[in-house]
């Protein structure tokens, strides 16, 4: 395509303008068709400066895009379709308004989110080119008796990545997932069910991260943080969005997450805030006290009641006693 022609040329001359005759030239094309790749480029997340009588010219940034995130990953279904959106609504919300249209694996990424979900009908704070806001469309290999499961390798990915792009070990509560006792990160799992025949024909994961936040609304500032907060320097987004994509190919594709639940499993242990510590644990309907000692395989959590009997949770919200 033309817009990745004229690309080539604008990151070979990263930091300098090409003009507009030249692309034109060398590419054989007209200075139409230039102009109209270099819109699809900007929609497509690149920075590009455009300026009379200089031409174009590519600046390295922060910025997520499409095709940098589509050509640094090494995955065969995850991000096998890849969506930019400078705005949006809800990158969960758009799959499942679009899922008939969507491929198994495709990832739809937004720099900014008008009304970003989180679990309990609650709202996640998605300002413009600061977190990282994502979905991730699975229509294969899914199972009614694994989503909770699903959704806590859904963690462990997630995890990983940002141990592999900053260094912080962050840790779970079952519902976000935290650094110092605040919220970085959550993750919104959310499915399909046929009603004729109990199967699942979709899961949508959506994935929120507060990457380079520097301050927060006042209703959250006292509950939530940032990578760079904790880290002290900007975070390169385009990176950790890779590296969680990597992580998510490598852990349920292939059915992986329940072959390997019982590693899996032991390894979101490990990083459970909530293990061995007592526990008030909120439904809709009930308020249970009890020890928190492990993780079923179906993903569950075990709680060991007051009453000395063991019961097993698959929702809820967990809060220290």
């Known amino acids: 395509m033309t817009k990745y022609k004229i690309l080539e040329i604008l990151l070979k001359n990263k930091g300098t303008f090409v003009s507009g005759e030249h692309l034109s030239s ?83 990424i937004a720099e900014e989110q008008i009304n970003g979900r989180a ?11 600061k977190g990282i806001y994502m979905s991730i ?4 290999n899914i199972f009614l008796d694994s989503l909770k499961l699903l959704s806590l390798t859904s963690t462990v990915a997630v995890i990983r990545g940002i141990f592999q792009s900053t260094g912080i070990s962050p840790m779970s509560d079952w519902n976000s ?23 699942i024909e979709y899961i949508v994961i959506g994935i929120g991260i507060n990457v380079n936040n520097l301050s927060f609304p ?34 349920i594709c292939d059915k992986r997450y329940i072959s390997n639940r019982k590693i899996l499993i032991e390894e979101y242990l490990k990083d459970f805030l909530f293990l061995d510590k007592v526990v008030t644990l909120k439904t809709n309907t009930r308020i249970i006290v009890g020890k928190v000692i492990g993780i079923n395989e179906k993903g569950g959590v075990i709680l060991l009641k007051e009453n000395n009997k063991k019961e097993i949770f698959y929702t809820g919200v967990l809060q220290n006693k």
């Open 137 to 140: 469309l699975l229509k294969k």
């Open 177 to 199: 997932i935290m650094i110092n006792n605040k919220k970085v990160a959550g993750i919104l799992t959310e499915c399909n069910i046929e009603c004729d025949t109990n199967n």
């Open 218 to 251: 006042k209703t959250i500032k006292d509950k939530v943080t940032s990578l760079r907060l904790e880290k002290g320097v900007e975070i390169n987004r385009k990176t950790l969005i890779c590296n969680i994509l990597n992580e998510l190919e490598n852990l």
């Open 119 to 129: 679990k309990n009908e609650k709202y996640f704070y998605s300002p413009k080119e």
């Open 26 to 108: 060398v590419l054989l094309v007209s200075r139409t068709a230039i102009w109209k790749g270099i819109n699809s480029l900007k929609k497509s997340g690149y920075n590009i400066i455009g300026v009379n009588n200089k031409g174009y010219c590519l600046y390295d940034d922060n910025n997520i895009n499409e095709f940098d995130i589509k050509t640094n990953i090494q995955c065969k279904e995850i991000g096998s379709k890849i969506l930019y959106f400078e705005q949006i609504d809800s990158t969960n919300t758009y799959i499942k308004k679009e899922v008939d249209s969507l491929q198994h694996g495709t990832v739809v």
